[in-house]
């Protein structure tokens, strides 16, 4: 009974995630049929080679990130929320993201401070995703070098926060003193983005992905042992500096090279883990990283959706529909159980 | 079993190693059933964290089965001895099989999946510790005396000959804490392993315990609990206003 039930868990998000990428194909400002989509997709020609342009050049680059970014950011929330033994961590909790607006802030609003050729080049999109991974980068490695020495998980949640809030007051320093307008483009990067990725961006944010993801993998078994708190996972040979590190830095490379490309996209981390939890009745490792991956995907390509508006040219900021949606699915199924367990 | 000669027990502090007790030596022997008793504060968890290699002893040696505990691996130490305890910080989602499971890691593959051996390993301890009923349930749904009952089948799971339990009878009335004790005998007895668990319920430890490891300021000896009455020992195990040991009826009783 107990087999055949997680299986077919598994086996959900595994359907839905196909119909999800070809809906998510179909959507955009410009309408395509949906033959035609389902024909280029295929090579089979289209009439329209701006169609062809769009659908291969714009919306396949964006839902791979999406697909990516979602189920990345996923798992490095059921990582943190593992490591930390504690619901409300996410793949944010160590100041990734605060890390890398900061890096962000610092070309953005300090660009009129370094001034000139120099300036010019780092505002570019490139610029943008080298300086916000040097901020998460930095952060991280203080963190990362931090779980080297400390045994202690709840005191390595605390240094992450300080190193949130002490990236996030320089932010707000910086943009005190900055123009309307450099403002506003700092603004805009913080709304998060999934559109903006040429194919090598893709390429490189798939394998900063799949290394993340294979050090995830790698510590299921300790993963699990720490589910039974870290006195019982000492005991039974888990080494829990080790597996501190390797979570500390799939987490890293995870949400640091997400956040790089794509900008900060808020709750997906926090909330998938739980609402997989909700439905799974396991906390099983072996089940849950594959299933925290795929409604990660699935979750983030149907905000996606809605941020499109459908059949209208406006977009809306994703890491705002993020929240906005997720937020009361949250909420409800909370209610629902009356209590948060973890 | 368990051999300890000439042992310093303590803790690495900031300004050098802080001294909590000595025991000349004392050694288990498979099929009995231990208690570790003392005040608080004494180092009844710190011995049983060096017992169990978390933490390394002040001076002395610990062998396990002829092999020094500080030259196993983690890995080895796994096989040989595992815990029970009373704040474990264990996820609630856990189903009550899922967490006697894991007492199987040290013996699963990378992954952690489990061979049929494990499964029927893990069926054993559930049924020693009359959990079927309650195999599916989460951890976070039931009482602190199952939860102590799964904590058991679990080091049950684990197989090992050494078991270390850390105060099990917390927490639980005085029904429960006679279950639990009656559980870790038929362990000892029927399994023929070395249990020996940290209480405060000394009276009771009285009653069914094979032999009773002492720890008194500053030292601790293994006795019986005959050599524990009529030598006094428990006289002078507290300060002597509010308590005092009656040997007849083996019970402490308040002063007026």
């Known amino acids: 009974m107990l087999q055949g039930l997680k299986y077919k868990f598994i086996l959900l998000p595994f359907l839905v995630l196909p119909l999800v990428m070809v809906l998510s194909l179909s959507l955009g400002s410009v309408y395509i049929p949906f033959g035609s989509v389902i024909k280029i997709l295929l090579g089979l020609g289209t009439d329209d080679l701006t169609w062809s342009y769009i659908i291969h050049d714009y919306r396949l680059p964006k839902t791979i990130t999406s697909i990516l970014a979602g189920g990345g950011l996923a798992i490095s929330g059921l990582l943190m929320q593992t490591l930390f033994r504690n619901p409300l961590a996410g793949p944010y909790v160590l100041g990734i993201s605060s890390g890398a607006s900061l890096g962000v802030a610092i070309v953005v609003l300090g660009s009129s401070a370094i001034g000139g050729v120099f300036g010019q080049a780092l505002s570019t999109p490139w610029g943008l995703v080298i300086a916000s991974g040097l901020g998460s980068f930095s952060v991280l490695l203080a963190v990362v070098s931090a779980s080297l020495k400390i045994k202690d998980t709840m005191t390595l949640l605390i240094i992450g926060l300080m190193f949130g809030s002490l990236s996030g007051a320089l932010v707000g320093v910086l943009s005190y003193f900055s123009s309307a307008e450099k403002l506003q483009q700092f603004v805009f990067w913080s709304f998060g983005s999934l559109g903006s990725l040429s194919w090598s961006s893709v390429a490189l944010l798939s394998i900063c992905s799949v290394l993340g993801l294979i050090i995830a993998v790698g510590s299921i078994k300790s993963m699990n042992a720490l589910l039974l708190g870290p006195n019982y996972a000492e005991s039974m040979g888990v080494s829990l500096k080790k597996t501190t590190f390797k979570l500390v830095l799939a987490t890293s490379i995870l949400a640091g090279s997400i956040t790089a490309f794509t900008g900060p996209i808020a709750f997906v981390g926090l909330a998938v883990p739980h609402i997989v939890r909700q439905f799974t009745r396991t906390a099983d490792h072996r089940i849950m990283l594959p299933t925290v991956f795929l409604w990660g995907s699935i979750i983030l390509l149907c905000c996606d959706a809605i941020a499109q508006v459908p059949f209208h040219s406006t977009t809306l900021p994703i890491n705002a529909i993020t929240s906005l949606v997720g937020a009361p699915v949250v909420i409800w199924l909370l209610w629902r159980k009356k209590n948060i367990m973890f | ?256």
Not at chain 2, 21 to 41: C, K, R
Not at chain 2, 58 to 65: H, N, Q, V
Not at chain 2, 171 to 192: G, N, S, Y
Request: some cysteine.
């Open chain 2, 1 to 256: 079993m368990v051999d300890v000669q000439n042992l310093k027990i303590g803790y690495r502090g900031k300004s050098g190693p802080i001294f909590l007790s000595e025991i000349h030596d004392f050694n288990l022997q498979p099929g009995s059933l231990t208690a570790l008793v003392g005040p608080n504060g004494i180092g009844k968890s710190t011995l049983l964290q060096t017992l169990s290699g978390s933490i390394d002893p002040l001076a002395g040696t610990l062998t396990m089965r002829g092999l020094v505990l500080s030259q196993m691996t983690p890995h080895q130490r796994s096989r040989q001895l595992s815990l029970v305890l009373t704040k474990s910080q264990h996820s609630q989602q856990l189903m009550v099989e899922e967490f006697v499971s894991l007492g199987r890691l040290p013996y699963a593959n990378w992954v952690g999946a489990l061979q049929q051996e494990d499964k029927s390993m893990i069926l054993k301890a559930l049924e020693a510790t009359d959990l079927i009923s309650l195999r599916y349930k989460k951890c976070g749904d039931i009482s602190d005396g199952e939860m102590q009952r799964v904590a058991i089948a679990r080091a049950l799971a684990q197989d090992t000959p050494i078991i270390l339990l850390d105060e099990p009878t917390t927490h639980l009335d005085l029904h429960h804490k006679a279950l639990v004790l009656k559980l870790l005998k038929d362990l000892a007895t029927k399994h023929q392993k070395v249990v020996l668990y940290a209480t405060h319920d000394i009276e009771l430890a009285l009653d069914i315990v094979d032999k009773i490891l002492l720890m008194t300021t500053k030292s601790g000896q293994l006795l019986t609990p005959n050599q524990l009455i009529e030598e006094k020992h428990l006289d002078h195990l507290f300060p002597k206003e509010h308590v005092y040991f009656d040997p007849k009826t083996k019970r402490f009783s308040m002063k007026d």
